[in-house]
């Protein structure tokens, strides 16, 4: 899809894609910049001696950006199976059972995508953080932009994850999930403070 | 262009489109959000005493995704004027005095872009908050997505201001850009977290 055209669904009265695609698009362009920063320290003479390093961090941030290009259509279908579950005819007491049961399904699994793009946020952070310690400084705020989208897309991703498990009835599905996140959203923040540090001291 | 041919365009060892781009579109995906929530809320019950404000906030909010849309390619456009400055021959005085006035005249551009780009970020949050005030609670979410990339996307374009001021002599105009920003930026955050605490007290 083009660029313009992903626009103009988001921005439209079509609810999907939402806020949860943007959020691991988001992820993904993260992970787009700090494969930038390597590709513009690969062989570049005064970083001979992380060159390894480097090396393997391009593999990591490109597996993480493919990752999250799936989560861009995952989270829209997923969304989509809950909308269609609240379709479900509801008008004999069957029919409002067989509809409860399938709202809770899809539900939890739409919940798991905006989690799973909080995971790869996680990473992408500490990829950002290596990438600002050792890319190439004239790059190195490309490293800051890449920290600063990896945390808005797993702050988004946790709004999302908040307003999925609203329907969700089994409490403790909601508490494991909730624990879940709020462990991944404090590492995230320290991995992201910690890569804005090393950015801004090489910037300044 | 396609979503993925860009992302890999970003990805790629070439410097344009870079991070400045990236803090534009993300720009554009958070005003396109505020349209979505605007688009879902029209005409629906229970929102129609709020009609008036939604179609306004609509109006506004396509107004700057359009015009972030256009910061992604006017970034990419600077950035590559600096870097054909950087490109001019530098053998003799004469030549050396031409390159030196052509890479400050191009970086002072470069420069401007993301300043642009924190300024329409700052509307934009306006807007996110009064998309979280009256906008349909059941995607109350994306609103607070939209203050979540909206507040990145500003943040990102700092850096860039921040960079791109490194080389630039003339600390009169540094100056200048560096209070213009600081305060925009004081300006945004006190609206996203305006925006964030209406949203989350909706969400949960």
Redesign the interface.
């Known amino acids: ?4 055209e ?3 669904e ?4 079509s ?1 999907v894609p ?2 949860g695609s ?2 691991a ?2 992820g ?2 993260a ?3 700090v ?2 920063v390597c ?2 320290t ?1 062989g570049k003479k005064g970083y001979e001696d992380v060159a390894d390093e480097i090396g393997e961090l391009l593999v990591e ?2 597996k993480l ?1 493919h990752e999250f ?1 799936k989560l861009v259509d995952l989270d829209a279908q997923a969304f989509a199976e809950v909308m269609d579950a609240y379709k479900l005819p509801k008008t004999t007491e069957e029919e409002k059972h067989i509809r409860q049961g399938a709202i809770q399904a899809a539900t939890r699994k739409a919940t798991q995508v905006p989690l799973r793009t909080i995971e790869l946020a996680v990473e992408l952070l500490s990829l950002a953080r290596e990438a600002g310690e050792y890319g190439n400084k004239n ?4 490293a ?3 920290a ?2 990896g ?2 897309a797993m ?2 991703a946790w ?2 994850v ?2 999925n498990l ?1 329907p969700i009835v089994d409490e403790r599905f909601k508490e494991e999930i909730l624990d879940r996140g709020e462990a991944l959203l404090d590492e995230g923040e320290e991995l992201y403070e910690d890569a804005i540090s090393i ?1 801004e001291s090489k ?2």
């Not at 899809?1 to 313009?4: C, F, H, N, S, V």
């Not at 988001?10 to 009265?13: F, K, Q, R, T």
């Not at 790059?139 to 490309?142: A, G, L, T």
């Open positions: 899809m083009k660029l313009t992903y626009l103009d988001l921005a439209s009265s609810s939402g806020g943007a959020a698009l988001m993904a362009n992970a787009a910049l494969s930038m590709n513009l690969i941030s490109e950006r290009v790059v190195i705020s490309d800051g932009v890449a600063t989208l945390v808005a702050e988004a709004l999302n908040q307003i609203n950015v910037i300044a």
